[in-house]
């Protein structure tokens, strides 16, 4: 009784570890001119720029600055 349980809890594992391997197809429907995903906003237009490109273009400039590693380094 017991090898039979064994077994049929064996079988099971095994067909549920085969059917979480598998891989489905996926399709996706695409209307021919019609953009159908989030509209994407700017992004100086969100706070704390609330609209301030100048301000959001000068912190992504001192952004790229403080990520070059010659400057860091002071080399």
């Known amino acids: 009784m ?9 079988a099971a594992a095994l067909a549920f570890g085969l059917a979480g391997c598998s891989d489905r197809d996926r399709v996706v429907a695409y209307k021919q001119g019609k953009y159908q995903g ?3 906003s700017q992004p100086w237009s969100n706070a704390p720029y609330n609209g301030d490109k100048a301000k959001w273009e000068g912190d992504i400039r001192s952004r790229n600055l403080q990520q070059d590693e010659s400057r860091r380094t002071g080399g």
């Open 2 to 10: 017991i090898a039979r349980t064994i077994l049929v809890a064996s």
């Open 38 to 40: 989030k509209t994407d």
